[in-house]
Structures are given as C-alpha cells and as structure tokens.
C-alpha cells in the first residue's frame, strides 16, 4: 500500500501541511464553538464531502500508475479536498467578522481543483481509448473485470459466454454467418509435469499473446478452461473458420517457447475444431464445438 | 462381530500440513495470495507448516479450502487443486501409487489408504463384467467444501492415471449435482461426457483398462512401498473415518435396518454419544441410513440385475409400492427412472 504511494509523497505532504495550516490559522484568530452550537447536519455534510474528497485521491493514488494523468487528477482531488475542509472548519471555530481570508480559503481552490480535475479526466479518457485499442481482439464494447481471467490476459468462460449471447443476436439480425474456433494444445499436462506447473502457466500466456497475434480485427479471444482458448469469429463462415484454425495450428507448431529455467525449447502442437452458429442457444453452440474438439483430438488419444 | 474402534473425525489432527494442504498452499500462493489471508482464522502458520510439524484436523482443512476458494475466486481452483494431488508427495503411500503396475493397483491402494492419500473423500471401488465403477463418499462432513472436494479428487484419478499409464483413459463421470455454470471446466479436466444430475457421484471405466501395464512401474518397489503406507496406518491407529466406519456398519447389516441403538451398542457408545458425532459431522442417523440403502438400492440394480421386487425384499421392506416412497425420497427419483439414468450413460 505505502509502496503505491511513494511516489506521491510530495503531493500528499504538502497537502496535510496545507490542511494544518488551515487548522491553526483558524485556532490563531478564531474561537471554539461549543457543542451545543454545533449543526449536525452542516458537519455531516460538509466533512463527510471532505472524507470522501480523500478517499477519491487515495483511490487515485493507489490504482493508478504515475504520471501527468494522475498528476492532474491528484491536484484537482486535493484543491476539492482543501475546500471542503476549510468550509468544516467554520462549523467547528467562529472567525470573527472582520476577517475575509476565510472566504477566499473556503471558495478559491475549489474553482481550479473542478478544472484540473476535469483536465485530468479528459486525459484520462484520451488515454482510455489508447488502452481500449491495445485491448483490441480481447474485449469487445462490454467491460467487467469480474470476468477477466486470472492467468491470461483474456477474458475468462462467462465473459465469452456474454459476448456469444450478443453476437449470436448480432449475426441473426444482420444475416450474417458467424463461426467459433476452439484450440486445445496437445499433451499439456506433458508439460504441466516435465517442467512444473509454473512453466505451464507460462506457456499458456505466451500462447495467448501468440494466439493474439495470429487473429483479425474483429475477433474475440477467450479462455475456456485449462488449456483450451476459443475464438468467437464473427461475420465468418466455416470455410474460412477452418482456414483460420489450420493458421493458428501452424503458429502454435512455430512457437519456440523456451523454459524460464532451462531456456530449453519447449515444443508445442495443438488440436483445433470449428463449428457455424445455426439457431441455437450460446451453451448448446458451446457444448458442440467442444464436442467437435473431442472428436478431433480423438485420433490423438494416445499422446493427449 | 469385532468392529474397529478407532477412527478419525472431523477434530482429528493428523494430516500433514505439507501433504495435501501444503498443494492447495501452494496453488495459492503460485496465484500471488498471502499466506496470511490464506491460513487466517485456520489456526496455522506457514512457517509451521515448512517446519513439517503441523497436522491439521479435516475441519482445520476445510476452513483452509473455504479460504482459498475465497481468495483464488476462480472457477478452475478445484481443477488445479485436483490435478496436483495424485500420485502427490505423502510419503510411501504415494509411492505406491507411483509404482502401481496398472489401474487396478492403483485403485485399491487409493482405496486402503485413502486416510493418507484422500483423508476427506472416500473412494469405493465396485466391478461387474463390463465396468469398474469408483465412487466417492463424504468422509468427514465437508458441508459447503464439498462440491469442491469432489471436482478435485475426480480430477486427481483422471490427471493421474493419464500420467501414469501415459495415455488419456476414457473416464466418465457423473456427479449427484446439477451442471453448474462453470460446466466448461468438466468438458477440459474431466471430459466432454460428464454427466449431472445423476444419484451419485461416480466414475466408471471399462474393465480392460484395470489391467493394461503402466510403463515406469517397478514391481518391489511398490510392493514394499505398500507395507510401509500400511505400517503408517497403523502407526496412526486407524484406516477411515467414523462416518466411514457407521457407513460399512450400517452396510453389513443393512438386511436387518439397525436402530440408532443398536448402532451406538456395536460402537459401544450411548445413543446420545453417537448422535452427536454424527452432528459433529453435519449428518443424522436416519441419513446415514437412508444413504447406505440408497447406494445398497444402486448396486442390487446396476451389478446384480435385480428387478424392483427383488430389491424391495432384500432391503427388507414389506411392500413394493412402499419401497418405491422410499427409494424417491433418497434419490429424488422413481427406481425404473434411475434404472434408465443408468443405461443412458
């Protein structure tokens, strides 16, 4: 947690140094009210804004990377902060009357926090989009980190399973094919056991990345389970689908992963099966391509 | 009749912490878990544990695989857990496994030394002419954990004795549960013919893959790895668990129905005492009951043949139409509807 916000201890020092400063220019000139002054409501409010206001920054803070984005978020959460801080104050210490520079304490960071605030969100939404597009091939319009899988950098079973629902709706109403490819590599627990469990993960994320590579546009890469990827192809028919697989076949056969250990070159093959969408339900299509997949793998039994 | 007395229950501690909990510590922490949210509220220690001195009691286990579902929050953990089990590290009894020259070996070694290779799920094995049929019982009341222990160990026999024999064996499976969400991860670990729904949770295989040779074998090393695992059974004083030991009771006399009395009598304890065990384990008398007749039911149809009369006479009941309200309440479904269950697989 502190490690995350290291790098910011400038900003967050000169913040609490500022907040104090607030604090003791009002014990210094003014006077304490007594409880029974107090407005509750007034407090709530206004110092429960200030706690949130904090809680945003170290939200902020703590899940995002450094830099000229979090910069300007940072800077327009702790003018926000400050305002509403000093606007607690008051419920607690009366200034005397002749005194403005509560005003101006109270009403001036609040303006430029709003505005370097809104600087850093349209940034970050400028960079948002730059991400998006890295994200391409993985994600498609609908995001849920829930869903996202644990190992690869790819969306898990029920993530795939959300975007078949829309995509079958997709393709009946625009009248257009669409295919899924499943991949499944051959003999992984071989691999699981000659070289750990560990080096298995690691084959199936450079997998992921290879797999990546090797796709359209258009297409979506998921991980079913173990080690078994499916590609939601849309707007493709079960000629090109197929071509598609051989492809990705070949450029699993390519890949020379090598061990972290070892560095010894760990060879891979896998089994491929594609099935077109006809009218049916997301799970009975899945249920079918991953039948398909058994039937492909089935002259392999011997070494699968 | 002589009846074991000793046995474990649910607050014995005597699984090694770095046997098979030491596997589920490991997936975690492989998955960048901390071992302090991992063991918490478990009454154990990591250092405890990489010491080799921990036992742990199955509820110790439990909390520790709740934990773990928990933090993993993944639909595959029980798969991983599963795939890393078997033959794993426990010592002689695992050498064995290791050294098994075919299935069959293999099978009934799981089977006698299930207290050190599967302490909280209990395999049986059953043959008739066509199949082997290995099903597995809740050994301690895993309650909530269940369903996980159950993927797992399924998943261990399958990952196992592909490893072992060196090719993928055609398992099928079929579990007392309905098909869950995650059903995909069935298809990839345990196969595309994994069935749901079904009276019980049960893997069968076709008999000539008993006898197939494993390659890698070593005959007297297996053997003499046999009569350690046994030496270290009996070195612990006991081979099952309680429930195990009323269940293979309450089998054996399964003609005459015994009362709660007469059970707590056979296990020279008084009712109240043996209640309460079984409370301790998340179950009932009448439960256990009802669970031996139905799985005694499943056997008299599925290897003996016997027609629904025949059944109903050798469980004793009076009356047929009787005997079928029985057999619905125990499994939810009428005999013939489960008889076709079981020709359809």
Redesign the interface.
């Known amino acids: 947690m502190f490690s995350v916000l290291k790098p910011h201890r400038w900003k967050l020092g000169l913040l609490l140094l500022a907040a104090n400063a607030g604090l003791l220019l009002h014990l210094a000139c003014g006077e304490l009210k007594s409880v029974s002054e107090w407005v509750w409501l007034d407090i709530v409010g206004e110092g429960g804004s200030a706690l949130l206001a904090l809680v945003w920054l170290g939200l902020v803070l703590k899940s995002r990377p450094a830099g000229r984005v979090t910069n300007y978020l940072a800077l327009g959460l702790s003018g926000i902060f400050f305002s509403w801080w000093i606007d607690s104050l008051d419920e607690f210490i009366r200034l005397p009357d002749s005194i403005t520079w509560d005003h101006w304490l109270e009403s001036g960071p609040m303006p430029v926090g709003m505005i370097l605030l809104t600087i850093g969100i349209y940034h970050w939404h400028r960079e948002q989009l730059a991400i998006s597009a890295q994200m391409e091939k993985r994600e498609k319009l609908f995001r849920e980190h829930r869903l996202f899988d ?2 690869t950098p790819l969306g ?3 993530y795939l399973k959300r975007q078949l629902t829309a995509s079958l709706e997709e393709s009946r109403q625009q009248q257009q094919p669409l295919s899924l490819l499943a991949l ?1 590599i051959d003999n992984f ?1 071989a691999i ?2 000659t070289f750990g ?2 080096e298995g ?1 690691a084959v199936l994320q450079a997998l992921s990345h290879l797999l990546l590579l090797n796709l359209r546009r258009q297409d979506l890469l998921c991980r ?5 990827f499916v590609v939601l192809l849309p707007n493709t028919g079960e000629s090109q689908a197929r071509l598609l697989a051989l492809e990705l076949q070949q450029a699993v056969q390519g890949l020379a992963h090598k061990t972290r250990q070892h560095g010894e070159r760990v060879h891979l093959a896998a089994s491929t099966a594609v099935v077109m969408a006809v009218d049916e339900a997301p799970e009975a299509l ?2 079918r391509l ?2 398909a ?2 039937r492909a793998k089935q002259p392999l ?4 | 009749m002589t009846l074991k007395t000793t046995w474990y229950e649910a607050d014995s501690r005597f699984i090694p912490g770095h046997y098979q909990p030491a596997t589920l510590i490991d997936l975690a922490l492989s998955r960048d878990i901390d071992s302090h949210r991992l063991l918490r509220g478990t009454g154990l220690f990591h250092e405890d544990i990489l010491a080799g001195q921990t036992r742990l009691s199955p509820q110790q286990f439990f909390g520790l695989i709740s934990n773990s579902r928990r933090l993993l929050d993944a639909d595959d953990s029980s798969f991983l857990f599963g795939q890393r089990l078997l033959p794993g590290h426990y010592g002689p009894a695992s050498h064995a496994l290791q050294h098994a020259q075919n299935l069959h070996q293999a099978l009934d070694t799981l089977v006698q030394q299930q207290a050190l290779l599967s302490p909280l799920v209990t395999p049986r094995l059953v043959l008739d002419d066509k199949h082997a049929w290995f099903y597995w019982l809740d050994s301690c009341g895993a309650g909530e954990q269940w369903r996980f222990l159950l993927e797992a160990s399924m998943t261990s026999l399958v990952a196992m004795s592909r490893a072992l024999s060196g090719q993928r064996l055609p398992w099928e499976c079929s579990f007392s549960h309905a098909e869950p969400r995650y059903v995909e991860q069935y298809w990839v670990h345990l196969g595309e013919h994994t069935q749901f729904k079904r009276p019980l949770d049960l893997m069968r295989i076709p008999r000539e893959y008993l006898a197939l040779a494993w390659p890698g074998a070593s005959a007297t090393a297996g053997q003499v790895a046999r009569q350690e695992a046994q030496g270290q059974i009996d070195q612990l004083g006991f081979a099952s668990s309680f429930v195990d030991c009323l269940y293979r009771y309450l089998q054996t006399h399964v003609r005459q129905a015994p009362s709660l009395e007469q059970a707590a009598q056979a296990f020279a304890m008084s009712p109240a005492t043996l209640k309460r065990k079984l409370q301790k384990h998340d179950t009932g008398f009448q439960q256990q009951v009802d669970r031996v007749r139905k799985h005694v039911a499943l056997y008299l149809y599925q290897i003996k043949g016997f027609s629904n009369e025949e059944v109903a006479e050798y469980l004793s009941f009076n009356d047929p139409a009787n005997f079928r309200r029985s057999f619905k309440r125990w499994t939810g479904s009428t005999p013939n509807l489960i008889r076709q269950l079981f020709t359809s697989n």
């Open positions: 644990k190992l898990g079973a029920d499944d627990t699981n056991q469990h560990a993960d079913l389970a173990g080690d078994r899945l249920k991953n039948l997949l058994a039994a011997k070494t699968a």
